[in-house]
């Protein structure tokens, strides 16, 4: 559980990182951003992607796994 201070504003980027490098490495990144109630978690996922090769020059997609997190719908993506 993430709890999400509520001092945190539209469209803020957050990382949270272990600190440790490669297969020991965990991060998680919290995005917010108001959205169209009418986007599907798949339209959402597939423009991050976009966004992600357009704005990392090494993006690369390794997986992309359907999932749940608390019982709600979610995505994983693995990536270098």
Avoid: H, K
């Amino acid at each position: 559980t993430l709890a999400v201070p509520p001092n945190w504003r539209r469209n803020a980027i957050v990382v949270f990182s272990n600190g440790q490098e490669g297969e020991q490495g965990a991060s998680v990144v919290v995005r917010r951003e108001t959205l169209d109630p009418r986007i599907t978690l798949q339209q959402y996922m597939d423009g991050l992607l976009v966004e992600l090769a357009r704005t990392l020059p090494d993006f690369a997609l390794i997986d992309r796994r359907s999932r749940t997190l608390g019982g709600e719908p979610a995505v994983g993506f693995l990536y270098t």
